[in-house]
């Protein structure tokens, strides 16, 4: 897999890969940029939350037809000094349906252990939320 990433001028870059699809990013005014595409920073976030949202409809694939709507929000806690690496990124799932929690519970635990690429590549600690129909549920307990 490649990614080709060409400087587009002041800070700003636009990166195309395998797929053909082009992705604009640029810094925020408080670093020079113009603030004309996403920050490296939050293409992580989304990256985290795409790659995780994949293996998670994959798992789940057999009960879609249950899942009305499905949002995944990625925050992430950065170090105060350079180079600012993420510490804690916190991903939340929030479904409506009929879908049973448990069956959500292993398919986030199954993404995140084995299947998701981005998720096994960051040094941060991930930590994983699921509301289901408005209502935070809890991680069953391992029997």
């Known amino acids: 897999m490649k990614v080709l990433t060409k400087w587009t001028g002041q800070r700003a870059f636009?990166?195309?890969?395998?797929?053909?699809y082009e992705v604009k990013m640029d810094a925020t005014e408080k670093y020079?940029?113009?603030?004309?595409g996403v920050t490296p920073t939050e293409m992580l976030l989304a990256s985290l939350a795409?790659?995780?949202?994949?293996?998670?409809?994959?798992i789940l694939r057999p009960y879609l037809s249950e899942v009305d709507?499905?949002?995944?929000?990625?925050?992430?806690?950065?170090?105060?000094?350079?180079?600012?690496?993420?510490?804690?990124?916190n991903v939340t799932f929030t479904i409506?349906?009929?879908?049973?929690?448990?069956?959500?519970?292993?398919?986030?635990?199954?993404?995140?252990?084995?299947?998701?690429?981005?998720?096994?590549?960051?040094?941060?600690?991930i930590i994983f939320h699921l509301v289901l129909n408005g209502e935070k549920r809890e991680r069953p307990v391992k029997e």
């Not at 795409?50 to 994959?58: Q, W």
């Not at 709507?69 to 990124?89: H, Q, S, V, W």
């Not at 448990?102 to 690429?117: M, P």
């Open 14 to 20: 636009t990166a195309v890969g395998d797929s053909g």
């Open 32 to 36: 020079f940029g113009e603030g004309k």
């Open 50 to 58: 795409g790659c995780i949202g994949i293996d998670v409809t994959m």
């Open 69 to 89: 709507t499905l949002e995944i929000e990625t925050d992430g806690t950065r170090e105060e000094e350079m180079p600012k690496a993420f510490t804690t990124i």
């Open 96 to 125: 409506n349906g009929s879908v049973d929690s448990k069956r959500v519970w292993r398919a986030i635990d199954l993404g995140k252990e084995k299947y998701c690429s981005v998720s096994n590549s960051l040094k941060a600690d």
